[in-house]
């Protein structure tokens, strides 16, 4: 544990009790005479509160600690990406099991805390998130199963890598159902594990057939995507689509990656296009799409059409979604045909 790292960390055992702190959790959450004392007490203590949460309420540090999971925290005006791990290498424990083992808890600073309020999706009925996260792996069935049935030439490898795709799809879609619904499903054979790709990665448009010079003759031709989800296999999935109808495509997986990258994407001329999820670890599609906004008044940038894909399609949030700044609100799971169609109008094609 560095001493100089900018991020915080704290070391906890098995109940909870911090075991130690850098000096960077030290000058945050009020020094050293926390030690042995309870974690959520000293976190308490510094006001934090869960930063994309209304209620603002601490989330459960036992069951995330368990999880391996991160979540947002804001202390005072910060924003704090918060990761919980078991210092053992061992598989995680049953939700609601006694922790067995020490931990860390590290703190990132993530910027400032209004960008993370604004979906609060934990706020949700429990029958919404499961809504949420069953679509997930339906929006990457969708799209594979469109590139498949595509009347375009697609050659061997493009055509295996969406087989592959569904295959991932469908055993995600098992491994949710046992998991949130607690009823076994049959194991899809032959699935193999996904690999997540490393920053952000570009495919060029048309390279699925079509015409002469191989783009389609009609479609995105000619434009560049911005395509942002921290689905990985929805992503990939996304930018499949996009591609097979002419469009060049950057993908990140992240909102701050996605503005990392933003000013000299945009400032490479033709037409673009901005397609963001909005629920995302971190800073949500809500953020990216008012930092952007911001940019374009304060450098006099031209209007990006900028497009909304969730699977929280409620009144609620479709409203937010055009009032921070989007220009379309796409429904997942996607119907590929359908969200292109809306895309091509969008840019009056």
Known sequence: MSSTARSAVVLYDSQLRITGMNRA???????????GRPLPDCLAAAGAQAANSQAGRLPDLAEHARAGMSFMLGIGTRAWRAEVSSLDTGPASEPGAPLTAPGALVLREAGDVDDYRDLALETLDPRSAIAHDLRTPLNAMAGWLHLLSSPQP????????????????????RKLIEERLDR??????????????????ARPGGAKGGDADGAPETGLRGCFVLAVDDHAELLDMLSEVLAADGASVVTTESVDQALAIYPRWAAGGGERLLVSDL???GRDGFSLIREIRALERAQGLPRLPAVALSAHGMADVRRRAILNGFDLFVDKPIDPPAMLERLRRLLDR
Do not use: C, H, Y
């Open 25 to 35: 959790a030290s000058r945050l959450l009020g020094g050293p005479e926390w030690i």
């Open 154 to 173: 697609r050659p061997p490898e493009a055509t295996a890598r969406a087989i592959e795709g569904l295959r991932r799809a469908v055993e995600q879609q």
């Open 184 to 201: 076994p499903a049959p194991a899809a054979a032959g699935d193999a594990p996904a690999a997540r790709p490393d920053g952000a990665k």
């Open 279 to 281: 629920a995302m670890p």
